[in-house]
């Protein structure tokens, strides 16, 4: 599985920022996606998930009531809607895709195969 992240850039604290990966290889549908953030100086942390096929959705507490993981199997993309954003959701985020990732450790990214190339988002306040 190839994945592609675009979006992300600078957005004033309050103000919302999508983020979208899309996916080419497999059947997308299979696979648990992810998206994981890296702030500066920090590692990188578990943001949002998608069970496959959409089933199950968990989020960082960090973000619950903010963001949103949506996923389109059809067109093999999956999407985070950042809203509220806050000048501390800035980091490189990046999206994953794993199978057979149980659900106990969705949140661990080394439990991922497949990485995209990170997109920065910025929040200025």
């Known amino acids: 599985v190839q994945l592609q992240a675009s979006g992300g850039g600078l957005v004033q604290a309050g103000g919302s920022v999508r983020v979208s990966c899309a996916a080419s290889?497999?059947?997308?549908?299979?696979?648990?996606v992810a998206w994981f953030r890296r702030a500066p100086g920090k590692e990188r942390d578990f943001v949002a998930a998608?069970?496959?096929?959409?089933?199950?959705?968990l989020y960082a507490d960090s973000v619950k009531g903010r963001f949103t993981i949506s996923r389109d199997n059809a067109k093999n993309t999956v999407n985070l809607q950042m809203n509220s954003l806050k000048p501390e959701d800035t980091a490189v985020y990046y999206c994953?895709?794993?199978?057979?990732?149980?659900?106990?450790?969705?949140?661990?990214?080394?439990?991922?195969?497949?990485w995209g190339q990170g997109t920065l988002v910025t929040v200025s306040s």
């Open positions: 994953a895709a794993g199978q057979g990732v149980i659900l106990s450790s969705t949140r661990f990214p080394d439990r991922y195969h497949y």
């Open positions: 290889g497999r059947t997308f549908a299979n696979y648990v």
């Open positions: 998608s069970r496959q096929r959409g089933s199950t959705t």
